[in-house]
T-cell receptor, first 116, second 111 residues
């Protein structure tokens, strides 16, 4: 597709349940990023993939959060034992990866997760 | 990454230039200044970035002071569609360093 696609756009789940959020990056983009955004705040970095490997997962808040990108394209963010504090918009972005310089990140529209 | 300071909110009349300031007094020599914006219910969108020279593209101009401790993003003729939160970010220019967003400036363009 032309942009970054995230599914579902909205997800309501009960406290304690497991959820998976999917990101389809732009074809050919080697870098993929997950962020989450709470109301009134800027996006908060979670994890960055370069190809299939997690190059930086320092933003994951705890071990309930996990993300994979097995074939270097689609990525899934997995949250176990969801808590009400996990409610947020989860954003995915992709970009080319230069040795130096910066290619603008292209963000998806996000998945709004609500834990009730 | 160095921290940035931006006003919480600003208003601008439609058709006028919007000048969004950003302070980054602790910026390092190898850190660039990036601007992104986020329109309501969408993901952030890249606008422009620069090191020390002024930069211009089809969306905006970026003016960086000579000491690099502050910068201004200029939207030359603001429209209602420019209403968004604008984020100023400083970051080393490496493909392996994720962007770190602050709270940004909420720009309201008024008809």
């Amino acid at each position: 597709g032309a942009g970054v696609s995230q599914t579902p756009s909205n997800k309501v789940t009960e406290k304690g349940k497991y959820v998976e959020l999917r990101c389809d990056p732009i074809s050919g983009h080697t870098a993929l990023y997950w962020y989450r955004q709470s109301l009134g705040q800027g996006p908060e970095f979670l994890i960055y993939f370069q190809g299939t490997g997690a190059a930086d997962d320092s933003g994951l808040p705890n071990d309930r959060f996990f993300a994979v990108r097995p074939e270097g394209s689609v990525s899934t963010l997995k949250i176990q034992r969801t808590e009400r504090g996990d409610s947020a918009v989860y954003l995915c972005a992709s970009s080319l990866t230069p040795v130096l310089g910066h290619y603008g990140y292209t963000f998806g529209s996000g998945t709004r997760l609500t834990v009730v | 990454d160095a921290k940035t300071t931006q006003p919480t909110s600003m208003d601008c009349a439609e058709g006028r230039a919007a000048n969004l300031p950003c302070n980054h007094s602790t910026i390092s020599g190898n850190e660039y200044v990036y601007w992104y914006r986020q329109i309501h219910s969408q993901g952030p969108q890249y606008i422009i970035h620069g090191l020390k020279n002024n930069e211009t593209n089809e969306m905006a101009s970026l003016i960086i002071t000579e000491d690099r401790k502050s910068s201004t993003l200029i939207l030359p003729h603001a429209t209602l569609r420019d209403t968004a939160v604008y984020y100023c970010i400083v970051r080393v220019n490496s493909g392996n360093t994720p962007l770190v967003f602050g709270k940004g400036t909420r720009l309201s363009v008024i008809a």
